[in-house]
Antibody, heavy 117, light 107 residues
Framework: QITLKESGPTLVKPTQTLTLTCTFS??????????VNWIRQAPGKALEWLAV???????RYSPSLKTRLTITKDTSKNQVVLTMTNMDPVDTATYFC?????????WGQGTLVTVSS | DIQMTQSPSSVSASVGDRVTITCRAS??????LAWYQQKPGKAPKLLIY???RLQSGVPSRFSGSGSGTDFTLTISNLQPEDFATYYC?????????FGQGTRLDLK
């Protein structure tokens, strides 16, 4: 059974850097074709894809957020970490991680991050 | 970026009804399309991938069709558990993009 779980702060201040960790089990990020994505959803809004890292360390980012995002993996810990710099109240959202080859399945439960002073 | 436009934004239906949701891509994406179901406070769930392939464990009342720029998700014989928000997503090219969602409400 594949599971993913997001962890990180629930509240960050404007201009701070957000660090989120996705801890997964049931698959290996050394297996060809496997990737882990970050996707967010502002309250009452649609889903927004942020970034993906693949088994071979290939990384892709949303162009609109590329300068603020970094995605890394630690295969020994079965973790993927997303950092987002210069947080703003508009970044308030639930952040999900999800496994993919091309499709997002399964997803973690999500973690709500609020940006407020 | 490829824009994904869903219609309608919301729809009301009754148990037993058949509902169709459409998704249009701003450029051709072949069959690189998925549909997700999301219930309040929960993560999305993959229903359909490659435009028409049913994800394992998803009831057969869900079906998808289309290719190129126009796609549909059809839910036949609506069940109470189907009332949720549905999203399409393209995986043809980065950045991956989602539609704005279609909320399916009980009439």
């Amino acid at each position: 059974q594949i599971t993913l779980k997001e962890s990180g702060p629930t509240l960050v201040k404007p201009t701070q850097t957000l660090t989120l960790t996705c801890t997964f089990s049931g698959f290996s990020l050394t297996t060809a074709g496997v990737g882990v994505n970050w996707i967010r959803q502002a309250p009452g809004k649609a889903l927004e894809w942020l970034a993906v890292i693949y088994w071979d360390d290939d990384k892709r980012y949303s162009p609109s957020l590329k300068t603020r995002l970094t995605i890394t993996k630690d295969t020994s810990k079965n973790q993927v970490v997303l950092t987002m710099t210069n947080m703003d109240p508009v970044d308030t959202a639930t952040y999900f991680c999800a496994q993919s080859s091309d499709w997002f399945d399964p997803w973690g439960q999500g973690t709500l991050v609020t940006v407020s002073s | 970026d490829i824009q994904m436009t869903q219609s309608p934004s919301s729809v009301s239906a009754s148990v037993g009804d058949r509902v169709t949701i459409t998704c249009r891509a701003s450029q051709g994406i072949s069959s690189w399309l998925a549909w997700y179901q999301q219930k309040p406070g929960k993560a999305p769930k993959l229903l359909i991938y490659s435009a028409s392939r049913l994800q394992s464990g998803v009831p057969s009342r869900f079906s998808g069709s289309g290719s190129g720029t126009d796609f549909t998700l059809t839910i036949s014989n609506l069940q109470p558990e189907d009332f949720a928000t549905y999203y399409c997503q393209q995986a043809n090219s980065f950045p991956y993009t989602f539609g704005q969602g279609t909320r399916l409400d009980l009439k």
